[in-house]
């Protein structure tokens, strides 16, 4: 019989070769999702004014495992270029939208910034490897709790995250570099833009609940005046809480 013949070590190794060859299938599995943004962003090009996102960006797409922040019945289409069920009737975005709306607030090193919408924790996750410090606010008790167990077994520690309703913002850790909202919201909640530094950027889906939303970018001039460019049609699930 073969497990009488062969050496104990090949035992030893199998375990090591089976996980190297995962662990290289989703890297390569991650390496098509990169192709496939960039060529979404190609084919949206007219709407974003560019033909290619920041390559920083995309370099944290391709290092962050989507596949750890997806429940274990959606782990074979993680790497599929769409939003999928996280559970609570919410999802884990689309990762070209995650990776336009890192885009779109331009992250440095040093930057703070601030998420509204938890959820599986993988925007906090990108957004942690393009800056210094991440702030979440997750809604659902449930999600909050099951992300703040996920990021520091991932080795995330520059994130923290709070349960709440992230409509108010997070005043003590204001103001902030760039605020990233992943729910759509009736209006730009006031609270917010106050939150947002001078020379800050947010980005928010506005709109009408489960209609298509538009995704806006606005940003905060050293004056405090708002600027405001419509990106493209998106659609979020709603932003929840007595304000909406
Ligand atoms: N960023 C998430 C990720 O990477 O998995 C996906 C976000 S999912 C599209 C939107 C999330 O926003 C949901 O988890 C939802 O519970 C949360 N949410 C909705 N309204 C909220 C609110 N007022 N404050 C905080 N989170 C809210």
Not at 121 to 133: C, F, P, R, V, W
Not at 142 to 154: I, N, V, Y
Not at 173 to 182: G, K, L, R, S
Request: no cysteine; glycine share 8%; proline share 7%.
């Amino acid at each position: 019989m073969f497990y009488r013949r062969a050496p104990y070590w090949l035992f030893l190794l199998l375990p090591m070769l089976t996980s190297a060859a995962l662990g290289d299938e989703y890297a390569q599995a991650r390496q098509r999702l990169v192709e496939d943004i960039q060529q979404d962003v190609r084919d949206t090009s007219l709407y974003l004014d560019k033909v290619a996102l920041d390559p920083r960006v995309m370099t944290a797409i391709a290092t962050v495992p989507r596949h750890e922040f997806v429940p274990a019945a959606q782990r074979h289409r993680a790497y599929a270029n769409r939003p999928l069920p996280i559970g609570h009737g919410q999802t884990i975005s689309q990762p070209y939208i995650v990776a336009l709306m890192s885009d779109l607030i331009k992250p440095r090193a040093g930057d703070r910034v601030l998420e509204i919408g938890t959820g599986s924790g993988y925007q906090a996750a990108i957004l942690a490897e393009l800056t210094d410090a991440v702030y979440s606010i997750e809604i659902i008790e449930a999600l909050g709790k099951q992300a703040a167990e996920r990021l520091p077994g991932l080795g995330f520690d520059n994130i923290t995250l709070r349960i709440g309703d992230g409509y108010y913002g997070w005043k003590e850790h204001a103001p902030f570099d760039a605020i990233v909202v992943t729910a759509a919201a009736s209006h730009v909640p006031p609270p917010l833009v106050a939150q947002l530094k001078p020379g800050g950027r947010m980005v928010i889906p506005v709109g009408s609940r489960f209609l298509t939303q538009q995704l806006v970018l606005i940003e905060k001039q050293a004056d405090g005046q708002l600027i405001t460019r419509q990106i493209l049609p998106v659609k979020f699930v709603p932003l929840t809480g007595e304000h909406n």
